[in-house]
């Protein structure tokens, strides 16, 4: 069984798509951890008897020090596979580097464009026809890492971000399970 950590900042939509899959047994969700005690993900997977953890990043003086006690509470479930769903925190190169191979992200945009915050905002601003979502192995640099899976949706005239964001949503929501399933079967 391929031991899985969850990491999360808000809403957890991406998280419960991901609970909420089948894996025919060969996935078990160790623990849900937030950076944010408000996290509204954090009820959804007690909902689904999914441990859940919070550990705040404003408790730590730096990245790094926060990053090593982050990756402490995680390491104690003895994750094969960590995956940030909605993790909204830039990480160190060396809890990157800690995870290598093991460490997936969702992105909603289809890299290499529009890395960072405000995709949905800067794809209409760019006038692009087709936008949609990653997921990616993490490397050190942000949203750069090998991607694994994309889904691509059109943009349409009347658009506008929170439009566009939904219908890239629904699509995170399918390739993000659909890749956890690859890795559980290698
Ligand atoms: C998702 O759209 C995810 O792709 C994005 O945040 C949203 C989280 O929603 N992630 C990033 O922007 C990462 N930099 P969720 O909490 O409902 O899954």
Known sequence: VMRVVILISGRGSNMQALLEAEYNGAVEFCCVLSNKADAAGLQVAAAHGVPTDVLDHRAFPDRASFDTALAERIDAHRPDVVVLAGFMRVLTADFVRHYEHRLINVHPALLPAF?????H???LAAGVRLHGCTVHFVTPEVDAGPIIAQAAV?????DTPHSLAARVL?????????VLRWLAQG
């Open 115 to 119: 890395p960072g915050l405000d995709t």
């Open 121 to 123: 905002a800067r794809a």
């Open 154 to 158: 059109p943009v349409l005239a009347d």
């Open 170 to 178: 629904r699509q995170e929501h399918r390739v993000f399970p659909m």
